[in-house]
C-alpha cells in the first residue's frame, strides 16, 4: 500500500525543470515563452496589519488556485512514472 500527501506538493517545484519537460513534451515554444513568463520572477511579500515587507523573487514553487497548477502538478510526476516502469 502506498500512502501519498500532496499538501505541499506544489513548493518545491522548480520552474526550469517544468519549462524543459514541456519543451521534451513537444509544446509548441510559444506556449512554453507564455508558461515561463507565468512562472517565472514572481514577487510576493507579507502584510501584518498596516506593516508590508519587501517584495521578494520566488524561484520555485507553483501559485495556488489557479487552473493550471493540476497540469503544471502533472508534468514532473509524469517522469516518475517511467523512472518507476523502468527501475
Not at 514541456?22 to 514572481?42: A, Q
Not at 523573487?57 to 497548477?69: A, D, E, I, K, S
Request: proline share 6%; aromatic share 12%; hydrophobic share 50%.
Amino acid at each position: 500500500m502506498l500512502f501519498a500527501d500532496y499538501a505541499k506538493a506544489f513548493d518545491p517545484v522548480d520552474h526550469n525543470v517544468v519549462l524543459l519537460m514541456l519543451k521534451s513534451y513537444g509544446v509548441p515554444d510559444f506556449i512554453v515563452c507564455w508558461m515561463m513568463s507565468f512562472l517565472c520572477d514572481r514577487q510576493q511579500r507579507v502584510k501584518v496589519s498596516e506593516t508590508c515587507s519587501d517584495w521578494a523573487t520566488l524561484r520555485g514553487g507553483m501559485p495556488q488556485g489557479f487552473w493550471l497548477g493540476p497540469l503544471i502538478f502533472i508534468i514532473p510526476i509524469d517522469d516518475l512514472r517511467l523512472q518507476l516502469l523502468t527501475h
